[in-house]
């Protein structure tokens, strides 16, 4: 029997978001593959550049370069920054107010539009996607303070997301954004930086937000998504029966992780919510207003995108 040896790399934090996805995938490869042994060995920067010693030691920020140069195949990543190094397109998935529900998202991000974005890599990176995961989900405004407005912040400086399209959509919002990456939202509020942040409920605890957090808005302005992606050239190299395995567990493992994610999510907002955190749901007024106050991102945007995405995708 055919041995495929492959290796999958985790660089992002929390850790076991990453990991279960991972396994699954892995799980679920092996349990569909006959004819073929496919082994994958799945390992964090830590362990990685532990056991394998690169001359650049692995981290989350030059990940891509690893699966660029095949030194690993799989991964997962954050759509902002596949966006930001090599598919611009993928920007469309940080506009605000795009997605309605989940049921929405799922329904683009499994169909055609999201398999074009999945494959709308520049060629030079040597990546292609194979299914979107949440790793996080709608976002959310936690704040230090205690208020019951977003208006009582109105003009605050509040930590952004470093996607241009984050950022624009903070401004829309009525605030100044600091652009600051997901695992330093702690250090930009406690800092004094920022009086709060866009994140995701997913990441509030394993990121210590706990310490500072008074007020969470559930503003859902946007989607937080990683992305399974792979090296190109390894793939088209493979069978396409086991290219068809892959893409198969590719899509069971993330449709498995979104709902995880949503899982997490509502968990961690119950037990802040029990530790007397102030949880403020916006009423179906509220949220039109701030879908009103973001349509200059899109009238920003609009020669940005390949025609016809942005339509493709909102429902009006």
Request: proline share 3%; glycine share 4%.
């Amino acid at each position: 029997m055919k041995t495929l040896n492959l290796k999958w790399l985790i660089a992002h934090k929390p850790v076991y978001l990453f990991q279960r996805v991972a396994e699954d995938f892995k799980s679920l490869v092996n349990a569909k593959s006959n004819d073929v042994k496919i082994d994958i060995e799945i390992l964090t920067t830590e362990e990685y550049n532990a056991k394998y010693n690169p001359p650049e030691p692995a981290t989350r920020h030059n990940l891509w370069k690893f699966l660029q140069d095949n030194t690993v195949q799989l991964a997962q990543m954050q759509t902002t920054s596949l966006a930001r190094q090599a598919n611009k397109q993928m920007h469309v998935l940080d506009m605000p107010y795009l997605f309605e529900s989940h049921d929405h998202a799922t329904e683009i991000l499994e169909g055609e539009i999201g398999q074009q974005l999945l494959n709308k890599f520049d060629k030079s990176s040597g990546i292609k996607g194979l299914a979107f995961t949440y790793s996080g989900g709608f976002r959310l405004m936690p704040i230090a303070g205690k208020v019951t407005t977003l208006g009582e912040i109105a003009s605050e400086q509040i930590r952004s997301g470093m996607s241009p399209v984050a950022q624009d959509t903070i401004k829309a919002l009525g605030f100044v954004p600091v652009p600051t990456e997901i695992d330093e939202v702690s250090d930009a509020v406690i800092s004094g930086k920022a009086v709060g942040a866009e994140h995701v409920a997913q990441r509030l605890l394993p990121d210590q937000c706990d310490d500072w957090i008074k007020t969470i808005i559930d503003t859902q302005h946007s989607l937080f998504l990683t992305s399974i992606v792979v090296n190109v050239d390894w793939w088209n190299a493979l069978d396409a029966s086991v290219q068809q395995i892959f893409n198969e567990s590719a899509l069971e493992s993330a449709r498995n992780e979104r709902a995880l994610s949503l899982k997490d999510g509502a968990e961690s907002l119950a037990t802040l919510e029990q530790n007397g955190v102030n949880m403020i749901e916006l009423t179906a007024e509220e949220k039109n207003e701030l879908r009103q106050r973001t349509e200059i991102v899109y009238s920003k945007y609009q020669d940005y995108f390949e025609p016809g995405l942005v339509s493709s995708i909102r429902r009006h």
